[in-house]
């Protein structure tokens, strides 16, 4: 019967690569997560840095409509309080080349983007998403944290005290890496969202993360 039972458990794996083409291997059935390993630029690291530093609120939101592969993002006023910074054109241009790659990979006509600076766990506990595909990159900070399948009993998601006490089954996505989260509203991934959560930050910690998820 555990023979039977490991048959029958779904098999779902992450894959990560230094370049984007990675995040194509997201459309494969057997995998929920990939991360494209790649190295922040320096000019756009140090102006996420530099407006973290400012201590000020950020918490922007956009729904961005795509007509076809060749629509340039609408990015007017996005964290556009922090234009005089050095960086803030790449910064954007970076965002604006992120969204354009989701549309085409996923085909998404509607994009909801979402930028905020944080000083807490947004979502402390491990869980899943309820939509199709979630893009998340951290600019600077702590980056999101994630489980391989089997590590925790998906019927103890929420739940602190079921949560991994050994550090070293936590996986975490580092600064700058771009990552594709499947969740349970993909077709045919039901019961195998990735799990997840926000890192915890101490007193004075912020993180810049930018999220991207497919409307329409």
């Not at 894959?15 to 059935?29: A, K, S």
């Not at 400012?54 to 234009?83: H, Q, V, Y």
């Not at 994630?146 to 996505?173: F, H, T």
Request: hydrophobic share 45%; proline share 4%.
């Amino acid at each position: 019967m555990r023979t039977l039972a490991r048959i029958a458990q779904p098999l779902v794996s992450d894959v990560r690569g230094q370049t984007p083409d990675v995040m194509t291997r997201i459309l494969e059935d057997d995998v929920n997560l990939t991360i494209w390993q790649r190295q922040l630029p320096v000019h756009i690291g140090d102006f996420s840095t530099l407006l973290l530093s400012l201590n000020e609120p950020l918490a922007d939101a956009l729904i961005l409509e795509m007509a076809d592969e060749k629509t340039r993002p609408n990015l007017t006023g996005l964290a556009s309080r922090f234009n005089d910074l050095e960086g803030y054109e790449s910064f954007i241009a970076d965002i604006s080349w992120l969204v354009s790659a989701y549309a085409c990979l996923l085909g998404a006509k509607r994009i909801g983007l979402r930028l905020r600076a944080l000083d807490k766990a947004m979502c402390p506990r491990f869980h899943v998403d309820h939509v199709p595909v979630r893009l998340i990159t951290t600019y600077a900070g702590k980056g999101s944290q994630w489980l391989k399948e089997g590590v925790m009993a998906r019927r103890n998601l929420g739940q602190a005290l079921a949560e991994p006490a050994d550090g070293s089954m936590i996986e975490q996505i580092n600064t700058g890496e771009v990552a594709l989260l499947k969740g349970e509203k993909w077709q045919g991934n039901d019961g195998t969202g990735l799990i997840h959560r926000s890192p915890a930050v101490v007193a004075g910690e912020r993180r810049l993360i930018l999220t991207l998820d497919w409307l329409a």
